[in-house]
């Protein structure tokens, strides 16, 4: 796993949230195309296994999003609005004002590739599906926050989905949409006849709405595992056959959109790191590729072939340096402050992710763009911690740090050596690290990088709180309830349980940040975590003064020092087929299946 | 197999005279062995003195990243803008002593247990060739990626001491086969027969028979050694040094994309050729000591 992988793996972090206004979704037109192979990767996945089910629920499963496995809509990519879609299984939809529900209107003359009519009950099922794995919109747990209560099938093409009044949140539209949707009339069976009683039971409270929850989580990996005889798609495509290089999939001509779906099919090799993905680009060979991180040579060398072009948009994900406050000197602000002085971010950026990536701004939690949208003129306010040895050395001095021979040490004369730790597969973070290590020890401070071999082992370490410091990914939007769950969430100490924020202290259950439970913003005390959890239900105004709080509190008391903002650099070629999103589009994030459902992508 | 050296009218200085003068004669017949020769001299001042020629950190030029080669930085500059023969030349200290260690590890272990084994017989034999048989089952590879998860390598004789005690199996199996032979042979029998002590025989009767194959295995797990390490530290496994040579090979490759593109080609090349360069002095010694213990090619 290499750059691509680090970045494709956490952006779909960039969890379900949401909050205003509904959606006047229209139908996509555009002449009609036709004939032709696109070829592109799957940025969702490192690779193709052959054997894996077409499972969408499996996560190697030969179901890809866009192309032949289906949501109700799809999220744009908005700065600060994550409640826009572009239309999906859903043609349109009504959300309630105060989002306690929402109105499905499937799309007219919908078909699975078998030719059945796509239905409310299909939805239904998916739902009762996806609440065996659990997630934002249908957890089991009736406290969780943004659940769905109830749901009704009006018609055969309506449907109508009630959020519990128990712990209201804004994220239960997004987590709606981003449903899955599969055929009733292949997957019902995996549900019991009584699924829907066990279901109400569940969400109760006592012993049998404990064994209710046991028996329907049970299930979960029977749904994983389940694997059709063959796929019946709702979305442009089905699979026609997969082997270890790609997978092929053809047109389904049931798709309502069938007629503005310019490929007849579409191939999605296989990749095991980036440079695979590198050399089918230099070869011309792809259509589109989604993010991958390119060093500055190899992104010359794909634009000199002919066709590729480059489409840059707005990647909600930012990379940063976080502390563990726990451990000294990383407690002091002062020396937090300092290393912000001493770390030249551009060069940070340079040397690590040229193209990939842009310097942060300053640090205040957010991506630079959406800390200009939400913040306006107050985002200029904020320190920006420009490159000044001067600042931190009295910034030292006021830690009661000492300088010793060139060399910085602790307080009371003990040498400091500042561990920076990343995972090993990203290359990216790796030469970040490098160069802030290098750039500290010139300063005189000792600085070393240190590597875990994997992902995984990387994040269970950091929550044991075993690091000083370690790279981690912030402003995962674009709810702002999502980006400042990163800084004052469970990492620092905050939980939410049944509805109820406490704070638990450092070192325990997950809390590695270690920061204050208060911090002094203006000249007064704010507890961050309740702040940061009221993004979850509060309005639009409300959120933007209290996002004007957070992103100060950050500023000042520096929990993390942000690096590099990410940017969402892909890769088309327009030989082949033209009508790709244009740079900074709202589409950019979705797959190219998604571009072609909706009728952009055009035969040349 | 040839008989042993045989002390007879000579002390042993002249022997060892006549020992190291036989060597020259043998390294000056061929000239690539003298290279091999001065290849490995080489390495082993860039070993033991390269560090000393750098300063501890090493400069950067931050508008010279992944530079071509130039006279000031022949094999170019890395993603930060260092020097890469500066890198190779700091980071050969640690990829030479963890060679040099899993080497006399793997060769004193693997030597003892297939004399022993193969001279005692019986119980012992069994017993010690059912646990080589035990390790040689063993892959070393995913062994050590599992290891380096629960262990930081961080000092080269701690990664030289794993890899050979990783390493021992064969040259213990193929030292047994040869005491097993050996020990059966008439000038075996009649220093048993002298009634000289074990330590006797196995000193000096049967180790200076297998010398060459030992010293050869020795050179030969040295380069086992070089891949083993450079290969862990290039699939990421092992902690990050800059100036590791696999780490080198790891950042030029996926951080640098030295297989696509042309500009950090250099940063690649330069642990590559080090490693090649030290393979083909080994290679060309090893010749050498053919030669040396073998009387027969000598006469050729």
């Known amino acids: 796993m290499k750059r691509l992988a680090a970045v494709a793996a956490l952006l779909s972090l960039a969890a379900v949230t949401a909050c205003s206004s509904g959606n006047t979704p229209g139908k996509s037109s555009g002449g009609s195309g036709g004939g032709g192979v696109y070829t592109t990767i799957d940025g969702l996945r490192p690779g193709i296994d052959a054997n894996a089910p077409i499972n969408p629920f499996n996560p190697k499963g030969n179901a890809f999003r866009g192309y032949n496995s289906m949501w109700l809509a799809w999220t744009k990519n908005h700065l600060t609005d994550p409640n826009q879609f572009y239309p999906g299984i859903a043609e349109s939809w009504e959300i309630a004002p105060d989002q306690s529900s929402i109105t499905l209107r499937l799309q007219p003359g919908n078909k699975w590739s078998d030719g059945k009519p796509v239905t409310a009950e299909d939805v239904k099922v998916s739902i009762g599906l996806a609440y065996t794995q659990g997630g934002t919109a249908y957890a089991l747990d009736p406290a969780a926050a943004g659940t769905a209560s109830d749901i009704e099938v009006i018609d055969d093409k309506t449907i109508k989905i009630t959020q519990s009044a128990e712990n209201p949140s804004v994220t239960f539209v997004r987590g709606v949409m981003e449903t899955i949707i599969v055929p009733a009339h292949v997957w019902g069976s995996l549900l019991p006849a009584d699924f829907w009683d066990k279901l109400k039971t569940a969400r109760g409270d006592g012993a049998q709405a404990e064994a209710a929850r046991a028996e329907i989580t049970g299930l979960a990996e029977k749904v994983i595992s389940f694997a059709p005889a063959k796929d019946v798609s709702a979305g442009p495509f089905t699979l026609e056959r997969v082997n270890p290089g790609e997978a092929l999939l053809v047109k389904n001509r049931h798709f309502h959109n069938a007629a503005n779906v310019a490929p007849d099919q579409v191939k999605l090799l296989h990749y095991a790191g980036n440079e695979q993905i590198w050399n089918y680009l230099i070869a011309g060979r792809l259509d589109n590729a989604p993010f991958t991180a390119v060093p500055a040579e190899v992104m010359k060398r794909i634009v000199r072939t002919p066709g590729n072009e480059v489409v840059k948009g707005y990647s909600p994900v930012g990379n940063a340096l976080a502390f563990n406050q726990s451990r000294k000197p990383y407690d002091n602000v002062h020396v937090r402050r300092a290393l912000a002085y001493l770390i030249d971010r551009e060069q940070v950026t340079k040397v690590a992710s040229p193209e990939g990536g842009i310097a942060s701004v300053t640090t205040s939690g957010m991506h630079q763009k959406a800390a200009a949208e939400w913040l306006g003129d107050a985002f200029t306010t904020l320190e920006p911690y420009k490159a000044d040895p001067a600042k931190a050395e009295e910034e030292l001095k006021a830690a009661g740090m000492r300088k010793e021979g060139g060399k910085w040490a602790m307080p009371d004369g003990s040498p400091w050596k500042m561990t920076i730790h990343v995972p090993a597969p990203f290359s990216d973070w790796l030469a970040g690290a490098k160069s802030v290590a290098s750039q500290l020890g010139d300063a005189g401070i000792e600085a070393e990088v240190v590597t875990t071999a994997d992902y995984p082992l990387y994040l269970e370490e950091l929550a044991a709180g075993k690091y000083d410091t370690g790279f981690w990914l912030v402003a995962l939007g674009p709810a702002p309830y999502n980006i400042y769950q990163r800084l004052y969430g469970t990492p620092n100490g905050w939980q939410l349980f049944g509805g109820k924020l406490k704070h638990v202290a450092p070192g325990k259950e997950g809390n590695w940040m270690g920061g204050p439970e208060t911090v002094e913003v203006d000249g007064e005390k704010i507890n961050p975590g309740e702040l940061a959890v009221k993004l979850n239900s509060a309005p639009e105004a409300e959120q933007k003064e209290i996002i004007g709080t957070l992103a100060k509190a950050a500023n000042q008391d520096l929990p993390v020092i942000q690096m590099w903002d990410y940017v969402n650099t892909q890769f088309v070629n327009t030989s082949r087929f033209t009508g790709f999103p244009q740079a900074e589009s709202d589409a950019l994030r979705l797959t190219s299946g998604v571009w072609i459902q909706l009728g952009m992508i055009k035969k040349k | ?300």
């Open chain 2, 1 to 300: 197999m040839t008989a042993p050296i045989v002390v007879a009218g000579g002390s042993r200085a002249t022997l060892r005279r006549n020992f190291w003068s036989g060597v020259w004669r043998v390294l000056r017949r061929k000239p690539s062995r003298m290279l091999g020769v001065v290849i490995l001299i080489g390495f082993a001042f860039m070993g033991v003195a390269g560090p000393l020629l750098y300063p501890e950190r090493l400069p950067r030029d931050d508008d010279a990243l992944y530079a071509p080669p130039s006279w000031e930085h022949p094999f170019g500059t890395d993603f930060e803008g260092t020097d890469v023969l500066a890198l190779v030349v700091t980071g050969s200290r640690y990829v030479l002593t963890t060679a040099l260690v899993t080497a006399v590890i793997t060769v004193v272990l693997g030597t003892a247990i297939g004399l022993f084994a193969g001279f005692r017989r019986g119980r012992w034999d069994s017993a010690l060739m059912r646990i080589t048989d035990m390790k040689l089952t063993v892959p070393a590879l995913p062994l050590l990626l599992v290891l380096s998860t629960v262990w930081k390598f961080e000092s080269a004789v701690e990664m030289g001491l794993v890899l050979g005690l990783l390493g021992w199996g064969g040259v213990a199996r193929a030292v047994r086969a040869q005491t097993l032979s050996l020990r059966e042979r008439g000038f075996v029998e009649a220093a048993r027969g002298l009634g000289l002590p074990t330590a006797h025989i196995v000193g000096r009767e049967l180790l200076p028979g297998m010398a060459p194959f030992i010293a050869m295995n020795m050179l030969i797990a040295v380069t086992g050694a070089v891949y083993a390490q450079v290969g862990l530290f290039f699939l990421g496994v092992l902690p990050f040094e800059a100036d590791n040579w696999g780490v080198m090979l790891n950042l030029s490759v996926f951080g640098g994309g030295a297989l696509t593109s042309t500009a950090a080609l250099p940063y690649m090349m330069a642990p590559l050729l080090a490693i090649l360069l030290l393979t083909l002095g080994i290679v060309l010694v090893v010749d050498a000591m053919d030669e040396i213990f073998n009387p027969r090619l000598r006469e050729e």
